[in-house]
Every structure is written in C-alpha cells, then in structure tokens.
Nanobody, 123 residues
Framework: QLVESGGGLVQPGGSLRLSCAAS????????MVWFRQRPGKEREGVAR????????YYADSVKGRFTISQDDAKSTVYLQMNSLKPEDTAMYYC???????????????????WGQGTQVTVS
C-alpha cells in the first residue's frame, strides 16, 4: 500500500513537498516513480528513483526544479517541487515496481502498487 500526502494550492514560484509512505509489503530495492496526470493528458512519469542506491531520473519538464529522495528507515519517498508553474497542476501519484529493470522508461501499466493520488494546483 502506498499513501501520498502533501498536495495543495500554491502560487506560481512556490514549493511543495509530497510524501509517499509504503506499507504492507517488503520495502527494499525497487523502482519508485512519481507520476502526474494533467487534465486531458496521459499519466506521465516525472521523477524516478531506485530505492537503496538512490539513483534518480527526471523528465525534462521538471529537471532542475523537482527532487525525488528517500528515507529508507521510514519506507518513504519524497518529491520536493520548487519553482512551481501553472502547468505543474495535476494529480500526482506515487507508484512502485519490485522489478527494477528499465525503471527509467516504464509506463504506468508496469507498476505493481499505486497510491490514491494527491492534487497539486499552481495558481
């Protein structure tokens, strides 16, 4: 089970930190991704992390503004979002996949666990 928190309404240029807490399964080396779905758009992966080693990957649209990180002791992954823009408005989901191969390129259908989503509105 994945539970997200931290969304909300923020002005352009502001910051938010999203959290994704994992429970009910073994949290070790896995592929964790923050996806977002904007109105009328497909779900896209914006930040990716291999838990344990901490390798990360970002979509060009968020590179330099978003940071994905982990706290293994808390089985939690974070998404720090800075310099937010109106086009970042979306429902944000965290997702986990136990198999780590191709983590950087996998689409939503490949993921085993999903959170309920948290809304981020930049206006």
């Amino acid at each position: 089970q994945l539970v997200e928190s931290g969304g909300g309404l923020v002005q352009p240029g502001g910051s938010l930190r999203l959290s994704c807490a994992a429970s009910g399964y073994t949290y070790n080396r896995q592929c964790m991704v923050w996806f977002r779905q904007r109105p009328g758009k497909e779900r896209e992966g914006v930040a990716r992390l291999l838990t344990g080693p901490g390798n990360t990957y970002y979509a060009d649209s968020v590179k330099g503004r978003f940071t994905i990180s982990q706290d293994d002791a808390k089985s939690t992954v974070y998404l720090q979002m800075n310099s937010l823009k109106p086009e970042d408005t979306a429902m944000y989901y965290c997702a986990a996949r136990v198999e780590i191969i191709s983590c950087w390129s996998l689409g939503p259908a490949a993921f085993d666990y999903w959170g309920q989503g948290t809304q981020v509105t930049v206006s």
